[in-house]
């Protein structure tokens, strides 16, 4: 496993791998690597001839007073896991080099970029999608690997991927769980334990919306009310969205039909937390 920080030298063994027509597997990530992380490099793994992880806590995708600063970043044991499970290169550039002076191009993908998580984090999915144009072209992988845990950021790539005309396929990778339901996520770190188990509470709001729809429930909006009154009852949490929506446009439904998918953020103490679910049958 090689670890290579300057995009040019990323660039040159692409090229390579091009040339030897490898196929390419590329997973970003942001460090702290769980499980969540680990599913999409195994099927990256599972489904090329080279896998590539990035690590890159992107500064251009936290907003002012948030986290960048205290982000949990543990690259040694990151790269532990990326030789654990096979990975053939782990791109670890810095801001430097990735965002160098006079750095002037962004990637706006509208109106998709200002709704849902968009609306409390602006400039966030700027961020998000103007660093993942920057890795594919460094990194030009066949197949790009992406978790459902992050949702609307995985329908905003898949937006600009089709739009932009990058020569890549989007595969998006079901969320991973801890054994009580909490979705995976480097933030958790950030948790107490109360806060942890006040946590839960995202999850079980989706397991709820869920058995109201499979009780007949198709009424968004009643659904809605009863995940928010769940979730209320708990004075740590603080509600920052639940949204009911259709996958292209995000825009919101009233009544739930296959495809329609549920997503919540919600603040425990200063921690935001996000996660979702597909309704996928009816
Ligand atoms: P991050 O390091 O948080 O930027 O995440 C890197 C990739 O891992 C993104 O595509 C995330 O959606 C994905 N990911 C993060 N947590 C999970 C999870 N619990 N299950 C599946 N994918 C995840």
């Known amino acids: 496993m090689k670890l290579i920080s300057d995009p040019g030298k990323f660039i040159a063994i692409t090229e390579k791998a091009g040339k030897l027509k490898k196929n390419i597997g590329f997973v970003p990530t942001m460090g702290a690597l769980h499980a969540g992380h680990f599913s999409l490099i195994k099927q990256a793994r599972k489904e090329n001839d ?70 409390s984090r602006p400039g966030h999915f700027r961020g998000v999608a103007t660093v993942v144009a920057k890795l594919l072209n460094i990194v030009l992988p066949d197949t790009l690997y992406l978790g459902q845990k992050d949702a609307q950021q995985a329908i905003i790539i898949s937006r600009m991927v089709k739009d932009l005309n990058f020569p890549v396929k989007v595969k998006v990778m ?18 107490s334990k109360d806060q942890r188990s006040v946590a839960l509470v995202l999850y079980k709001a989706l397991r709820l919306a869920q058995c109201m ?61 996000i996660d979702n679910i597909i309704i996928e049958h009816i």
């Open 50 to 119: 080279i896998v590539v992880v990035s690590i890159f806590v992107n500064p251009a995708q936290f907003g002012q007073g948030e986290d960048f600063k205290k982000y949990p970043r543990s690259f040694k044991q990151d790269t532990g896991f990326c030789r654990k499970l096979g990975v053939d290169f782990v791109f670890l550039p810095d801001k430097d080099n990735m965002y160098p002076q006079g750095y002037s191009t962004f990637v706006s993908v509208e109106p998709l970029s200002g709704l849902l998580c968009g609306h």
């Open 174 to 191: 079901p969320t991973v769980r801890q054994e009580d339901g909490l979705a995976l996520s480097s933030r958790n770190a950030y948790l």
């Open 213 to 273: 729809v499979n009780n007949g429930q198709r009424n968004a909006a009643r659904i809605i009310s009863r995940m928010k009154q769940l979730i209320e009852k708990n004075k740590l949490a603080r509600i920052d969205y639940i949204a009911i929506v259709e996958q292209e446009q995000l825009k919101e439904v009233k009544k739930i039909i296959p495809g329609t998918l549920i997503a919540l953020a919600v603040k425990i103490g200063r921690t935001r937390l």
